[in-house]
């Protein structure tokens, strides 16, 4: 029996489905549904329902519960069946990240892992064209009404795109049981079905939106090209490396030597002090270089980035872009979602009157990963005593047996600059800037560190051995990442695959079933998530959602992480430098 046997046998009905709509002013939801097509793999059998402008009834065309949908994407399609209000299916294979599954790190497309590609890297003919492709979306796209030969053109285009996916996912299904050849089909199956299932949240999310504070955000756009030239010299006064708005790397080298970073800061091939994003995100742990980071955004700043905001509901959406990462995380766009914007400007976020927003984030996620899959008890006992950087400054002698983060900040800090440096493969020079301490200290911190936690060495020694042999390491739950026959093991990325990518693994695993339990996920944020909870129910959903969430844990690498809650009722003050930044901001447009 093949595996696509075996996935015929498990299902009365198959569907490869796929639907067009006009998406809202986010360009992320539906506004209307326009149509949907189906094709029963069994009976080879279409079905093809205009759907727009008709009464929305909520009765769906298929059982949700027992049909298995296939789908190239599939949040697309989920949006339609959650706009026309037939639910969320119970079983979807998305074929698109199975091709990222497969392909993400193998394959290097122009226009990316789209379903022409791929349908063209199997070999299959007779396809439409991208330019055929883009003359369909434009007549959806830019008309209101459609005649009837309309209707039937875009039915048409609809259906050549399912027999496109019809044709991908029979290719695929070999490609996955050729990939891996051992592994039960039972296993394989309920892999491809979890990772369907997390798409379909990623859908109940974005549709969700985050709440915002409408009124501020179009006070701040309004405003703040009225007053962003005098609120930056006012606050480049404190660092004066900006002439106006242009940088002046005269003034710039002279706050590098005030700080005592000229001898360590990176410089150009022509011996400029190098100041792009990424070496200055090195060292923003300095006040002054977090300071000219955020003047530097703002400099660059013409209107308010990370919020695209629906006008029918005032909610902020954009595509999460789960499995965007070769980790497999989420990869927003940088652009449009507010939690890759600068922390001040979370103060725009905002709970509807009666709900709270409630921050919910792993504490220590990568250390507790990185103790239960290597099952180093050393590392298990750092995590559960409460604070990881004190016990282990304990376990290294560096501070004595009651020393707490109150009594001994510095050391505490040492060790969390150190695990950094263990989950990120950074070396003893890059330890020793960051510590601001001697290279042969650093060292000596490095080997003590490995002594500590030698199982754990161990254990991610094998990995990267079995992933040099095998050219792939894979997560426990079948997220695979190939090597090239010329690619190292021993890069940092490979370090830290296989905590990051089981991190993704978790949080869909709370996802999924946050979703189950009807709690309202309105954005994901690394190993975090963000609910919006009515007021009455607060303490008993936050429960709920902590529980899910170690739970998630525990199903994914065999052990409980702990989960913190930070509730907002109002908006959502930040603390320190940034809430004073965006009280800075909003006071200049107060004044004006």
């Given at each position: ?39 029963d793999l069994k009976s080879g059998e279409h079905f093809r329902h205009w759907t727009y402008k008709k009464d929305k009834s909520g009765t769906p065309h298929f059982d949700m519960q027992e049909t298995l949908f296939v789908s190239f994407y599939a949040p697309a399609e989920v949006h339609s069946f959650l706009n026309l209000y037939f639910g969320r299916p119970n079983s ?501």
């Amino acid at each position: 029996m093949t595996f696509l046997d075996y996935i015929k046998n498990k299902f009365e009905r198959i569907l490869i489905v796929d639907t067009e709509y006009k998406p809202d002013s986010t360009n992320t939801i539906p506004k209307d549904v326009l149509c949907i097509v189906y094709k029963d793999l069994k009976s080879g059998e279409h079905f093809r329902h205009w759907t727009y402008k008709k009464d929305k009834s909520g009765t769906p065309h298929f059982d949700m519960q027992e049909t298995l949908f296939v789908s190239f994407y599939a949040p697309a399609e989920v949006h339609s069946f959650l706009n026309l209000y037939f639910g969320r299916p119970n079983s979807i294979w998305d074929v698109y990240v199975e091709n990222a599954k497969l392909y993400k790190s193998k394959r290097s497309y122009k226009g990316g892992l789209n379903l022409l590609n791929t349908a063209n890297a199997y070999g299959i003919k007779n396809i439409m064209s991208a330019q055929e492709k883009k003359i369909e979306r434009d007549l959806i796209l830019e008309q209101e009404t459609y005649t009837p030969e309309e209707e039937l053109r875009i039915l048409d285009y609809c259906q050549k795109d399912v027999d496109t996916t019809a044709q991908v996912f029979e290719k695929q299904v070999a490609d996955i049981e050729k990939h891996n050849k051992g592994i039960p089909y039972e296993t394989l199956l309920w892999q491809a079905l979890f990772r369907g299932q997390s798409m379909a949240c990623v859908a109940v999310v974005e549709k969700n939106g985050i709440p915002v504070d409408v009124n501020k955000i179009r006070e701040f756009e309004y405003y703040w090209p009225k007053v962003k030239i005098k609120l930056i010299e006012k606050l480049n006064k404190e660092i004066n490396v900006f002439d106006g708005l242009r940088f002046n790397h005269i003034k710039f080298e002279k706050l590098v030597r005030k700080i005592n970073c000229i001898d360590i800061w990176p410089r150009t091939f022509t011996n400029k002090l190098k100041t792009d994003l990424e070496t200055l995100e090195k060292f923003k742990h300095i006040e002054q270089i977090q300071k000219l980071l955020e003047l530097s955004r703002l400099t660059r700043q013409t209107n308010l980035k990370g919020y695209v905001v629906s006008e029918t509901d005032g909610r902020s959406r954009t595509r999460l872009n789960m499995f965007g990462a070769i980790t497999s995380r989420c990869t927003p766009s940088t652009a449009k979602y507010p939690f890759c914007s600068s922390a001040w400007a979370r103060n725009f976020m905002r709970p509807i009157p009666m709900f709270a927003l409630v921050y919910l984030d792993y504490v220590s996620q990568e250390p507790a990963i990185q103790a239960y899959l290597s099952g180093d008890e050393n590392l298990l006992a750092a995590y559960k005593s409460g604070d990881i950087y004190i016990h282990t400054a304990k376990l290294a002698k560096m501070v004595p047996q009651d020393a707490t983060k109150k009594s001994h900040p510095v050391e505490r800090s040492i060790f969390k600059v150190v695990f950094l440096a263990n989950s990120y493969g950074m070396g003893p020079r890059m330890l020793a800037k960051k510590l601001k301490i001697p290279i042969g200290e650093a060292k000596a911190l490095m080997i003590k560190f490995k002594k500590i936690y030698s199982v754990y060495y161990a254990w991610i020694e094998r990995q990267l051995n079995n992933a040099g042999r095998d050219r792939r390491i894979s997560t426990c739950f079948g997220w695979d990442r190939y090597l090239s026959s010329f690619q190292r093991t021993n890069d940092r990325s490979m370090l830290n695959f296989p905590i990051q990518s089981h991190g993704a693994e978790i949080l869909r695993m709370a996802l999924i079933n946050l979703c189950n339990e009807h709690i309202e996920v309105v954005a994901t944020v690394h190993d975090a998530v963000v609910c919006h909870i009515p007021i009455p129910e607060l303490q008993e959903q936050i429960i709920k959602a902590k529980k899910i969430m170690k739970d998630a844990a525990v199903a994914v690498v065999n052990g409980p992480i702990e989960v913190e809650s930070q509730i907002i009722k109002s908006n959502w003050g930040q603390g320190g430098e940034n809430q004073k930044l965006y009280e800075q901001i909003m006071e200049a447009i107060e004044d004006y």
